[in-house]
């Protein structure tokens, strides 16, 4: 079975930079995409980015600029930095896998990133 494990999420002060990692093991061995959501309290979770194999990324207005996606290229693993950290980036985050050819869903538990103004 699949298993999908995130680290890096911590508290910091604005302006301070995080970088999240993700890595998925068991029997998968090609995706579609790998990214990265978020979920505060209350609200939904959204899209933070996404990166496809040949490396076309895409991200949310709100992070665009401040945060990276990059992926390794000889495991399924996947990287978040962000840089100039905002409150309203407080939420927890998860990495997503799609694998490929059964397009299958696969996330994380979760890792939490908490900004103080």
């Known amino acids: 079975q699949v298993q999908v494990g995130e680290s890096g999420g911590g508290s910091v002060q604005a302006g301070e930079s995080l970088r999240l990692s993700c890595t998925a093991s068991?029997?998968?061995?090609?995706?579609?995409?790998m990214g990265w959501y978020r979920q505060a309290p209350g609200k939904q979770r959204e899209l933070v980015a996404v990166i496809i194999p040949n490396g076309t990324t895409n991200y949310a207005d709100s992070v665009r600029g401040r945060f990276s996606i990059s992926r390794d290229k000889t495991r399924i693993m996947v990287h978040l930095q962000m840089n100039n950290l905002r409150p309203e980036d407080t939420a927890t985050y998860y990495c997503?896998?799609?694998?490929?050819?059964?397009?299958?869903?696969?996330w994380g538990q979760g890792t939490q990133v908490t900004v103080y103004s």
């Open positions: 997503n896998i799609v694998e490929a050819g059964s397009r299958r869903n696969y």
């Open positions: 068991g029997r998968i061995f090609n995706f579609n995409s």
